[in-house]
Nanobody, 125 residues
Framework: QVQLVESGGGLVQAGDSLKLSCAAS????????MGWFRQAPGKEREFAAA????????RYADSVKGRFTISRDNAKNTVYLQMSSLKPEDTAVYYC??????????????????WGQGTQVTVSS
């Protein structure tokens, strides 16, 4: 129903900033909670950030709190993840996800209905 495509990943130095985009198509995401997850080499997928449908509430993993900002532009059907003060441990494939019909910001990946293909973020020392 909803197709999600992440972009904006790349190779950066520690301390740099990077902004990821998640473009949705197929239908509006204005009623979807949206999340960002990441999967580092050799590790399981983990929650990074989530935002409610209206963009008035956010939730972050402790590991990214204060450094990452999730936002959305429903008119553009797009969700963003602004990453600052990047660390080598932020290196991962970053995935965008959508959860229909709720204002609750779930941390569990199984709660989300649709997923993008991921974009690689690599942070060097």
């Amino acid at each position: 129903q909803v197709q999600l495509v992440e972009s904006g990943g790349g190779l950066v130095q520690a301390g740099d900033s990077l902004k990821l985009s998640c473009a949705a198509s197929g239908r509006t995401i204005s009623n979807y909670a949206m999340g960002w997850f990441r999967q580092a080499p050799g590790k399981e997928r983990e929650f990074a950030a989530a935002i409610n449908p209206s963009g008035t509430s956010t939730r972050y993993a402790d590991s990214v709190k204060g450094r990452f900002t999730i936002s959305r532009d429903n008119a553009k059907n797009t969700v963003y993840l602004q990453m600052s003060s990047l660390k080598p441990e932020d290196t991962a494939v970053y995935y965008c996800a959508a959860k229909s019909g709720t204002n609750y910001l779930f941390r569990e990946s199984a709660r989300y209905d649709f997923w993008g293909q991921g974009t690689q973020v690599t942070v060097s020392s």
